[in-house]
């Protein structure tokens, strides 16, 4: 099976240019890219941060784009986000009981079990007791299939320590979950707008890219102001192959933008 990891997208309302370059024109050149070479694609997921305020006009941009996909997709939000214009726009998008944007769904006999790891107003994520419960019951209704995670923020440090202070601050709750559940054979995150890989808790990991552009490589600074961004990353989307048995390759794939 083969599906799509876009991440990141940061969508404004169509005629604003505050923010370069246009999240609008970078993501309508992704989907341009995965139309056309990768439209075997069984789904695309979008693991947050689909808009950049998360304001109803910047997720009916978000209609018009994903609109132009030539696949199914699903999604969960990031810190960008906001839950209720989300579901306003992408009515179809499944949320648990709570009201977090928490789904499951089957593809080719693999799990993709997504995650909402949002604090509303706060630029870090949590898992509370709400959403690690229903992540427990969730796992335990399908431990006989291979499961991938997706969620926005990394439950780890990565080295990087500006994005380091806004991660997911539930990580030891979410790894006592992970080392219960031995069918996990994949995360998938967003967030750092930066190809990333590792391991956690004896799970390989990858992050996604943004599709709008990359956040600087910077290992020194702890404040977004004093980040030195040194070599650019140009808008990027993944492309993920597994099996059956959830053994995953990855690649990351860039498009050209001027």
């Known amino acids: 099976m083969k599906f799509i990891h876009l991440s990141d997208t940061h969508l404004l309302a169509r005629d604003d240019l505050s923010r370069p370059p246009h999240a609008g024109d970078t993501l309508r050149t ?8 990768h439209g075997d694609a069984e789904i695309c997921v979008i693991t947050g941060d689909i808009t950049h305020h998360g ?25 960008h986000d906001s839950r209720a214009p989300l579901l306003d726009a992408f009515p179809d998008t499944p949320h648990d009981d709570n009201g977090f944007i928490n789904h499951g769904h089957t593809f080719d006999g693999i799990r993709f079990v997504m995650l909402d790891t949002i604090v509303p107003g706060a630029h870090h994520g949590t ?22 995670l997706f969620m926005h923020h990394p439950p780890l440090e990565m080295g990087l320590p500006f994005l380091d202070s806004i991660r997911m601050d ?9 080392q219960d559940n031995p069918q996990i054979k994949h995360m998938f995150m967003g967030h750092l707008h930066r190809p990333s890989t590792g391991v956690w808790q004896g799970i390989p990991f990858v992050v996604g890219g943004s599709s709008q552009k990359g956040e600087p490589f910077d290992m020194r600074h702890e404040k977004e102001e004093d980040l030195e961004d040194r070599a650019p990353l140009k808008p990027m989307f993944g492309i993920v192959l597994t099996d059956p048995a959830g053994n995953v390759r990855y690649h990351y794939e860039t498009v050209q933008f001027d």
């Open 30 to 37: 992704v989907i341009d890219e995965i139309n056309e070479y």
């Open 55 to 79: 304001r109803p006009e910047q997720f009916d941009h978000a209609v018009e784009l994903f609109a132009t996909l030539e696949m199914p997709f699903i999604m969960i939000p990031g810190n």
């Open 127 to 148: 898992m509370c007791q709400a959403r690690l419960d229903w992540l427990k019951h969730e796992l335990a209704s399908h431990r006989d299939l291979p499961t991938f």
């Open 170 to 178: 539930a990580d030891a709750e979410l790894a006592a979950i992970v």
